[in-house]
């Protein structure tokens, strides 16, 4: 049978496909992985990390503990879904969805698309603050296209981050005094703010709809994480915290002279050079220009936080 718009079986149909057959399915992943049974793509995340990482949901949805990890420990699930973010026909200005490779209004294939969907945070009050660094680790899940030209391939990527990294940590505090004004912190895969957080790549899945077909390249168990290092700093030199001061205090930390370097372009290069020369970002290059990035921001903050965030960093040396 035929689908249209205005048949009476065409709605029945769909209420079969979209409600009740979604229903029943969710329904038998959500005895499974003890996450809500709320038929939403980002609860669908987190049915996935509970999946992917053996750890149980707390059924709660969007309040509660997301993940349980043991009786003392919890994880929280953040989810990004860039695939059904809306583009736009460059010729006729008409909206063209993820799925059409062409305008269906005028048939041009000069598409813009969009990919700035990011990850949210929030954190309303102190007693939120309080308990940010609570969970042990924070999921972030990534669906996107591989290209974002041809939606024929979407890929599914997991990384875990521990609450404890100075990338992590600094950025919750930086957000709660000097960005918040009520609206959520962003987090944007693959920019600087993510890439200080030390993600640990856990799963990446390739979901291939022309042969109807699932490649997991990276599962738990089976495969290597790998955490997620910046190739070089000149990637991010349009950071506005990317400062020229700051750069200079990390080129101090690395054992760089700074005063042969007259701007941030110069720095930057010089810095890229000697990190590659010593083989590359690793954890402690990475905690040390998280710490040069935001403690300027946020030293005096410290003396505001909660007793229980501020035992929390003083315990990992954080503060």
């Given at each position: 049978?035929?689908?249209?718009?205005?048949?009476?079986?065409?709605?029945?149909?769909?209420?079969?496909?979209?409600?009740?057959?979604l229903?029943?399915?969710?329904?038998?992943?959500?005895?499974?992985?003890?996450?809500?049974?709320?038929?939403?793509?980002?609860?669908?995340?987190?049915?996935?990390?509970?999946?992917?990482t053996g750890?149980?949901?707390?059924?709660?949805?969007?309040?509660?503990?997301?993940?349980?990890?043991?009786?003392?420990?919890y994880?929280?699930?953040?989810?990004?879904?860039?695939?059904?973010?809306?583009?736009?026909?460059?010729?006729?200005?008409?909206?063209?969805?993820?799925?059409?490779?062409q305008?269906?209004?005028?048939?041009?294939?000069?598409?813009?698309?969009?990919?700035?969907?990011?990850?949210?945070?929030?954190?309303?009050?102190?007693?939120?603050?309080?308990?940010?660094?609570?969970?042990k680790?924070?999921?972030?899940?990534?669906?996107?296209?591989?290209?974002?030209?041809?939606?024929?391939?979407?890929?599914?990527?997991?990384?875990?981050?521990?609450?404890?990294?100075?990338?992590?940590?600094?950025?919750?505090?930086?957000?709660?005094?000097?960005?918040?004004?009520?609206?959520?912190?962003?987090?944007?895969?693959?920019?600087?703010?993510?890439?200080?957080?030390?993600?640990?790549?856990?799963?990446?899945?390739?979901?291939i709809?022309?042969?109807?077909?699932?490649?997991?390249?990276?599962?738990?168990?089976?495969?290597?994480?790998?955490?997620?290092?910046?190739?070089?700093?000149?990637?991010?030199?349009?950071?506005?915290?990317?400062?020229?001061?700051?750069?200079?205090?990390?080129?101090?930390?690395?054992?760089?002279?700074?005063?042969?370097?007259?701007?941030?372009?110069?720095?930057?290069?010089?810095?890229?050079?000697?990190?590659?020369?010593?083989?590359?970002f690793?954890?402690?290059?990475?905690?040390?220009?998280?710490?040069?990035?935001?403690?300027?921001?946020?030293?005096?903050?410290i003396?505001?936080?909660?007793?229980t965030?501020?035992?929390?960093?003083?315990?990992?040396?954080?503060?």
């Open positions: 049978m035929e689908h249209k718009l205005g048949s009476l079986e065409s709605s029945e149909a769909l209420i079969q496909d979209l409600y009740i057959d229903k029943q399915k969710i329904n038998k992943w959500a005895a499974i992985t003890h996450q809500t049974a709320q038929a939403r793509m980002g609860y669908v995340g987190q049915h996935l990390v509970s999946i992917v750890y149980p949901g707390g059924k709660s949805g969007a309040r509660g503990k997301d993940l349980i990890i043991s009786d003392d420990e994880g929280e699930i953040k989810t990004c879904y860039r695939v059904d973010q809306l583009g736009k026909c460059n010729q006729c200005g008409s909206a063209v969805a993820s799925i059409e490779t305008c269906s209004s005028c048939n041009s294939k000069d598409i813009e698309r969009k990919e700035d969907s990011k990850w949210l945070i929030s954190i309303r009050n102190k007693d939120e603050l309080a308990l940010i660094l609570e969970p680790y924070y999921y972030f899940v990534l669906f996107d296209f591989t290209d974002l030209n041809n939606p024929h391939t979407i890929r599914a990527s997991i990384w875990e981050v521990e609450s404890i990294c100075p990338g992590f940590a600094y950025a919750m505090i930086d957000y709660y005094f000097n960005i918040r004004k009520n609206a959520p912190l962003n987090i944007w895969p693959f920019q600087l703010k993510f890439d200080l957080m030390r993600g640990k790549l856990i799963y990446i899945s390739l979901i709809h022309q042969e109807n077909r699932i490649e997991t390249q990276i599962f738990p168990g089976r495969d290597k994480s790998q955490i997620h290092y910046p190739q070089n700093i000149s990637i991010y030199s349009r950071s506005r915290n990317l400062t020229f001061k700051k750069l200079q205090l990390f080129a101090t930390q690395l054992k760089l002279n700074c005063s042969n370097y007259q701007n941030k372009t110069q720095l930057i290069k010089a810095i890229d050079n000697l990190i590659e020369h010593q083989g590359g690793d954890n402690q290059i990475i905690d040390m220009l998280a710490k040069c990035l935001y403690w300027d921001n946020i030293e005096k903050y003396s505001e936080l909660p007793s965030l501020s035992s929390t960093l003083t315990r990992y040396n954080l503060a």
